[in-house]
């Protein structure tokens, strides 16, 4: 049985995919020919699908509307259908992390990205909305967030790379540069327009998962509201890349902004995730302002460096409150018993985490930070640091290799991450994604 829609043009698929995921059987026309999408099947994944060629027609079956996406996205992608065949994600979460903090990402280019990561059948677009040097999110009754918060005096930039001189891109300065360019650089999101980029991509099945980085990497935040630092610090938004020394002072005022906070990240993204950060706090800023040492003494902590951990599950808690789980990255640290561990720097790529329950989401940084150089003789000016290859990419794999299957199961998937410090613009960021984007897409696809 086949519904009756028939989509307007030849190539319709595209746009005319909405209707696969509002559920409405339909008849399209392709260049590969007619396709039918027929009823779901309960039996197979919602991402699951089967094609089946009878003559001049394809037949799709899914097990929900985002397996006749992505079938539909296959067949757009040019894919012969000869006979039958059976296809599934061997990784429920599929993502791309994109640094719209380090560089203001305009909306157009997100919903260009969007596309691109639908063609490769991705299914997470995860935001790092706030960092040391912007922030991207307005919030009410914090105006000076994105009044303040979201503009910096300049960037600190780094000299192109020069045949047969060192290399600015890597080795210990990792390309953070010592030139002031006095450019003035910001911008934030409107509510509306995080609304519309939420939307775009679910029509796309690619969910939203917002970071909000707490409780290092928040100049911008001290920047705008200095009362909320630790230390009493006078700070402005960050003009130069690497690891500062901010930190959110844990106060009742703090805990007050993170729930402001919280509440209107998941009143604007739906999805059930959000991202907390938790990454490289600078300890020593907390160890050495007695407001914080007193406060970990009254929590019962046994020490300031507890903290971290701390903020996490006051964001985690506040989050389960709210009906979301909390994502925080995870260096080999476990932070949050209820969290999901995305692991970028454990040196067991997050199995100590998994063995102890927790699920992971791989974004181990040898793997798959595609600002990375993709060669020794790379000669991109915008990627930096250590060599990730298009091999590496196409290797990639969640679990660490020997895990148990039990342990192995709580490894939901990976995704690849695009930090952005020196790729200031789409030409640049796009050069650092691709190939090797593709790589990770299909072996996060495709499995072993
Ligand atoms: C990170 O690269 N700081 C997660």
């Given at each position: 049985m086949t519904g009756e829609l028939t989509v307007r043009a030849e190539d319709d698929i595209w746009n005319g995919i909405a209707a696969a995921a509002s559920g409405v059987l339909g008849v399209r026309r392709s260049p590969v020919g007619t396709v039918c999408i027929l009823p779901h099947e309960p039996a197979l994944e919602a991402e699951e699908y089967t094609l089946r060629r009878v003559d001049e027609v394809i037949e799709v079956r899914a097990g929900a509307a985002a397996g006749a996406f992505r079938a539909l996205t296959r067949i757009r992608g040019g894919a012969g259908v000869d006979g039958e065949c059976h296809d599934a994600p061997a990784y429920s979460w599929r993502g791309f992390m994109l640094d719209v903090a380090r560089w203001f990402v305009p909306v157009g280019e997100l919903l260009v990205l969007i596309d691109q990561l639908a063609e490769r059948r991705l299914n997470v677009l995860h935001l790092h909305l706030t960092d040391d040097q912007g922030w991207r999110i307005p919030v009410p009754g914090w105006p000076r967030l994105t009044d303040v918060g979201a503009w910096r005096e300049g960037t600190t930039t780094r000299p192109a790379p020069v045949e047969g001189?060192?290399?600015?891109?890597?080795?210990?300065?990792?390309?953070?540069?010592?030139?002031?360019?006095g450019v003035p650089h910001g911008g934030h999101y409107t509510r509306a327009e995080l609304e519309r980029v939420v939307a775009y991509a679910a029509e796309r099945f690619i969910m939203i998962v917002p970071e909000v980085d707490i409780p290092g990497h928040v100049q911008s935040v001290i920047a705008a509201?200095?009362?909320?630092?630790?230390?009493?610090p006078d700070m402005p938004v960050?003009?130069?890349?690497g690891l500062g020394p901010s930190l959110l002072a844990p106060t009742p005022e703090v805990e007050r902004f993170i729930a402001d906070v919280l509440d209107e990240v998941c009143d604007i993204f739906p999805g059930a995730y959000v991202h907390v950060g938790g990454d490289e706090p600078h300890l020593e800023t907390w160890r050495r302002d007695p407001v914080s040492v007193a406060r970990a003494a009254d929590l019962g902590l046994p020490g300031t460096d507890a903290l971290r951990g701390w903020f996490v599950e006051l964001a985690a808690r506040f989050l389960r409150e709210r009906g979301r789980t909390a994502l925080y990255w995870y260096d080999g640290e476990v932070l949050s018993e209820e969290a999901i561990a995305v692991s970028w720097l454990a040196e067991d790529g997050g199995l100590a985490a998994a063995a102890r329950g927790a699920q992971v989401i791989t974004a181990d940084h040898t793997r798959?930070?595609?600002?990375?150089?993709?060669?020794?003789?790379?000669?991109?000016?915008?990627a930096c640091g250590i060599v990730l290859d298009e091999a590496t990419a196409a290797g990639f794999r969640p679990a660490p290799d020997g895990a148990a299957a039990r342990v192995a199961a709580r490894f939901l998937g990976g995704q690849a991450q695009l930090w952005t410090e020196y790729a200031p613009h789409r030409e640049s960021r796009e050069s650092l994604m691709f190939p090797r984007l593709d790589r990770i897409a299909e072996a996060l696809w495709n499995g072993a």
């Open positions: 001189q060192p290399d600015p891109r890597s080795g210990d300065e990792w390309g953070h540069g010592h030139r002031h360019d509201y200095p009362e909320l630092g630790a230390g009493a960050a003009t130069r890349f798959t930070y595609l600002n990375y150089l993709s060669s020794e003789r790379d000669p991109n000016p915008y």
